[in-house]
């Protein structure tokens, strides 16, 4: 046994490095699959619709930390081997397409008919009426809960600690193991959380607040 | 793939599982009840309490909002054992889960409070209503009605995300899970088998919800 030295600091707040890095993957790749899934959900094809239904149902009914576990023993089994960052890449990205996808179906269905109505009028096919007309209007109002939704995304990271993925948590849990001084340990680690994910939280409530005042106006 | 499934040892062992996905509805339940009685009182204590409370108040909120729920379990398993209090996992684990939802419901507690308008309560006053009736009336069916959908989805997060609580062995079912999977190795079968118990849970729960608000709180509003 030995006491919680500069150097534990220090490993603890390496192992943050990691906790960003998963959560970048995890936005980028959930960003892009959000993106498939809400244009899904608001598809006019009855399959596309259904498809994407089932997967956030799947995602939002089950709890990440068996959806990492079943990626993590469910791989192996279909002869993909497996290190924890493809697993926890794999489950984090999944899991954010489903909460992103339902933000963003919701900020695509705010945007009035008529839009969609007069984008059909003037001719402009499913391309270029999403990408021209309703996209950049549903974006302006999905800031403000993308950006609240990832401090949930790096939240969610710390599950990767319990299938050995060395992020923030795990660090935190192997130093704990050696020194045995949990106060101090899990302080800082919830610490280093609080410190990236406080000015998100900010970010967001700031954005809302002014498109609430935007649109009283 | 020549992966040759074995669901038998997985059903074997369903008496296990299903005091397991007792003890997590009962685990979410007693939570929730616990955290929005924890709730209530922080919302009135940031909405109609004294100033000096809602500084405590907010800090409780931000730190319980902006940090992973296995980190604050650790911190309850972990850190306040060191400081010299002992229990067990099961109660460290309720007590992370109250302490966790207290901190979401307030927030939601507190938009159905500011959602009643003063000139409503004014109106049932004149209306010659008395003060438990405006209460009844006035403030609680609305403001239910208002935080409702947030508050059985808030349930149903909690429910789902409990299954982390196996981190630190509390006799959840996903703890139940992790136990069968070291006695039989068949750990991708058992995965596949608890997750679709909480799908189903989950699938219950928001209908049951759905039902409730349809019996209960389905009339028209006055906006």
Known sequence: MRTFGFPDFLFILQAAQWTIALSLIAFVGGAIGGLLVALGRTSDNAFARRAATVFVQVFQGTPLLLQLFLIFFGFPVMGIDVNPWVAAGTALV??????????????????????????????????????????????KIALAPT???????????????????????????????????????????????????????LLAARMERRQAQALAR | MHYQFQFQDVFAAWPLL??????????????????????????????????????????????IRNTPFLVQLFFFFFALPALGLRWSAHAAALVAMVVNLGAYATEIIRAGIESIPRGQIEAGLALNLRRHQVFRHIILKPALKAIYPA????????????????????????????????????????????????LALALAFSGLFRLVYRLALNYPDRR
């Open chain 1, 94 to 139: 999944l899991n954010t397409s489903a909460f992103l996808g339902e933000i963003w179906r919701g900020c695509i269905e705010a945007i009035p008919h008529g839009q969609r109505e007069a984008a059909d009028a003037l001719g402009l096919h499913y391309v270029a009426r999403m990408r021209d007309v309703i996209l950049p209007q549903a974006f």
């Open chain 2, 151 to 198: 508050l059985t989805s808030q349930f149903i997060l909690l429910m789902l995300s409990s299954a982390v609580v196996s981190a630190i062995s509390a006799d959840d079912l996903t703890s139940v899970a992790a136990n069968l999977q070291s006695q039989t190795f068949r750990s991708f079968e058992i995965y596949i088998v608890v997750a679709l118990i909480y």
């Open chain 2, 18 to 63: 299903l005091q397991g996905t007792w003890i997590t509805i009962r685990l979410s339940l007693t939570a929730t009840v616990l955290g929005l009685a924890v709730a209530i009182a922080c919302a009135w204590g940031k909405t109609s309490g004294p100033k000096w409370l809602r500084f405590p108040i907010n800090a409780y909120i931000e730190l």
């Open chain 1, 147 to 201: 950006v609240g939704y990832m401090v949930q995304v790096i939240k969610g990271t710390s599950l990767a600690a319990i299938i050995g993925f060395t992020e923030v948590t795990r660090a935190g849990q192997i130093v704990n193991n050696a020194t045995f001084q949990p106060l101090i340990v899990f302080s800082l680690v919830a610490g280093i959380y609080f410190a990236l994910c406080w000015p998100l939280s």
